[in-house]
Nanobody
Framework: QVQLVESGGGLVQAGGSLRLSCAAS????????MGWFRQPAGGSREWLAA?????????SYVNSVKDRFTVSKDNTKNTAYLQMNNLKPDDTAVYYC????????????WGQGTQVTVSS
């Protein structure tokens, strides 16, 4: 099992920045990738970005955020990060991190989510 705990959400004005953290514990040796998702109130969960875990870290992004969001990691801390710049009211959502283990085709482990609210 892998446990994930997100932090760093909050209220920010449009144009501001936040950095989300996702701390992993448990059987972290299983992890091959970490992803970030968000779900606005009443909306669907959307994949935002991912980073490979066992190498230097190859990042990928959905087009709508790739110029504003940056995913990174610190394997020594078993933590992934999502730096979000130039935030917009449409970015308001609950943000989740998720871990994909080697023996599973998708994201098996999920954090509890952290609320990000962007005011206009």
């Amino acid at each position: 099992q892998v446990q994930l705990v997100e932090s760093g959400g909050g209220l920010v004005q449009a144009g501001g920045s936040l950095r989300l953290s996702c701390a992993a514990s448990g059987r972290t040796s299983e992890i091959v990738a970490m992803g970030w998702f968000r779900q606005p109130a009443g909306g669907s969960r959307e994949w935002l970005a991912a980073i490979t875990w066992t190498d230097s870290g190859t990042a990928s992004y959905v087009n709508s955020v790739k110029d504003r969001f940056t995913v990174s990691k610190d394997n020594t801390k078993n933590t992934a990060y999502l730096q979000m710049n130039n935030l917009k009211p449409d970015d308001t959502a609950v943000y989740y991190c998720a871990a994909r283990p080697l023996t599973f085709a998708g994201y098996k482990y999920w954090g509890q989510g952290t609320q990000v609210t962007v005011s206009s």
